[in-house]
């Protein structure tokens, strides 16, 4: 089989992939509208989709469950994005929002919006009654993003100026991680019960509290971010023979390093802001892309933004199925089923000897 054969039949392959993804997101889409902790049937969830039915039902369907949908699939996609980017930019195959300290710092952000300026010292009072007066999503979405960027400006300041290896990159990550989890607890420890209870509960990861109004906010960050990361698909390309390699095809590796950590930081934290921590999403996604369909990130970024779709619909849908009546919240079920494929790349040989 000469080269072109070859090349051909890796294109069919990456085709039938990405269109089967593709069925696959739609499909889990349906199944998820109609799956859910209201007991409603499915002749129920009909009539609620097309304005027939009685007013829950509308609105369970129309206000609650399609904005949830929606919201998956942007987060699902944004989240994994995040994860492929980081981890071509810092040539760490376990580099993500989750291991990279960017999700706690974001986490410790908009505990600081809700607690200090928003949950219980200066705007409630103390009554819960007033709590949903005084909370601004937008402040919270803000400081969210302040603090990851913070965050993965100090890494990208240790992979570049210290040269530090890609192993230790990640593990300054998770002490990074640690401090602004161990900050998070601190901010805890004196809210007061109001700003405490808004602060855990926004902590889980819940697609439930999505709205039109966000999905569009996430949306827009997601596509300006996507369509960025496509235009310069060739430049993650080079940066995978090494950064001296990309030099020498001309790529300026500080700008798109920089620009490019900075609009995956600005998704995780909007994603963040709006659902709540979710992890293991953007680390997940990317490898299975990577490996159906290699690492031309002309094929595998798509790839990865519909795994990432894929995994979170899938994961939403377990979680109200199995909530017995109320929906768990979406992060644990992301967690579990991402820890263990976390673990099996720790101790797998392949991705040892490539770190």
Sequence with gaps: MDHLQVLKKQKTKNHLVMILTAVAVVVMA???????SSGMSLSDALAGLFGKGTAA??????????????AAIIAGAGLSLSGHIMQTTLNNTMAAPSTLGVSNAAVFGAN??????????LSTGGNVNNYGVGISPYATGLMAFVFAMASVLLILGLCT???FSPNVVVLSGIAMGAVWTAATTFLQYYATDVGLSAAVVWSFGDLGRATYTT???????????????????????????????AKTMGVNVEILRFVSLLLASMITAVCISVLGAIGFVGIICPHVAKK?????????????????SLLLLTADTLARSLGSGSALPVGAVTSLLGAPFFIAIIFSRKENRRC
Excluded: K
Excluded at 30 to 36: D, N, P, T
Excluded at 59 to 70: F, K
Excluded at 292 to 308: E, I, N
């Design 30 to 36: 349906v199944v998820c509208l109609f799956v859910g």
């Design 57 to 70: 039902q509308v609105r369970i369907i129309r206000n609650i469950r399609i904005p949830r949908i929606l």
């Design 112 to 121: 600081l919006s809700i607690i200090a300026f928003s949950g219980g010292f």
């Design 161 to 163: 100026t210290r040269g």
């Design 215 to 245: 999905d569009w906010i996430m949306l827009a960050v997601v596509a300006a971010g996507f369509v960025y990361f496509i235009c310069m698909s060739w430049r993650y390309n080079a940066l995978l023979s090494g950064e001296a390699a």
């Design 292 to 308: 159906l369909l290699g690492q031309d990130h002309r094929v595998s970024l798509p790839a990865s933004a519909l795994m990432g």
